[in-house]
Antibody, heavy 124, light 107 residues
Framework: EVQLVESGGVVVQPGGSLRLSCAAS????????MYWVRQTPEKRLEWVSL????????YYADSVKGRFTISRDNDKNSLFLQMNSLRADDTAVYYC?????????????????WGLGTLVTVSS | EIVLTQSPATVSLSPGERATLSCRAS??????LAWYQQKPGQAPRLLIY???NRATGIPARFSGSGSGTDFTLTISSLEPDDFAVYYC?????????FGQGTKVEFK
């Protein structure tokens, strides 16, 4: 069974930094493109970032470009999101998700398996 | 950025009725569109990809249609478990966007 477990979400002040983690199990993590997607308090879904299965290609939403960095450790079946210069509008539940295709590039662009999410609150 | 507009925002129906949800794109996305279902306290679940293909394990009462800018998700006969929020999503030019969601609620 595919499992994705996010962690690292806390309350942080504006301008602060945070590192989110996603622990993967039940599938061949190193073979899948991975994503971060967030859901705002208003329930709006927003794609945040993507990383290719080998880690060589990354993409970011304009709203986080230059502030967030996605990375992965395939030996530890883990995905990360380093979040710097946090703003109030970064407040959201952050989900990690798999692409729906294995070892395929470009990826399908569809979010197949999702974790339960971790809540990031940016507030003073 | 391609904007996806879903309608209606809320639809009130009874079990056994047919649900028809619409998603309109601000420019063509070809058939690169997906639908997700989300229940309270849960992550979204992929239902339909490439506009009309059901994801693994999704019941046949869910169907998708459309291409270009106009898409439809149809639930042929609502089950009690289907009352939820539904989102459409597209990916073009390495940018992903979602619609704002349609809530299917009990009438």
């Amino acid at each position: 069974e595919v499992q994705l477990v996010e962690s690292g979400g806390v309350v942080v002040q504006p301008g602060g930094s945070l590192r989110l983690s996603c622990a993967a199990s039940g599938f061949s993590f190193r073979d899948y493109t991975m994503y971060w997607v967030r859901q705002t308090p208003e329930k709006r879904l927003e794609w945040v970032s993507l990383i290719s299965w080998g880690g060589s290609s990354t993409y970011y939403a304009d709203s986080v470009k230059g502030r967030f960095t996605i990375s992965r450790d395939n030996d530890k079946n883990s995905l990360f999101l380093q979040m710097n210069s946090l703003r109030a509008d970064d407040t959201a539940v952050y989900y990690c998700a798999t692409d729906s295709t294995r070892q395929f590039w470009p990826p399908s662009g569809y979010f197949h398996h999702w974790g339960l999410g971790t809540l990031v609150t940016v507030s003073s | 950025e391609i904007v996806l507009t879903q309608s209606p925002a809320t639809v009130s129906l009874s079990p056994g009725e047919r649900a028809t949800l619409s998603c309109r794109a601000s420019q063509s996305v070809s058939s690169k569109l997906a639908w997700y279902q989300q229940k309270p306290g849960q992550a979204p679940r992929l239902l339909i990809y490439d506009a009309s293909n059901r994801a693994t394990g999704i019941p046949a009462r869910f169907s998708g249609s459309g291409s270009g800018t106009d898409f439809t998700l149809t639930i042929s006969s609502l089950e009690p478990d289907d009352f939820a929020v539904y989102y459409c999503q597209q990916r073009t030019n390495w940018l992903w966007t979602f619609g704002q969601g349609t809530k299917v609620e009990f009438k």
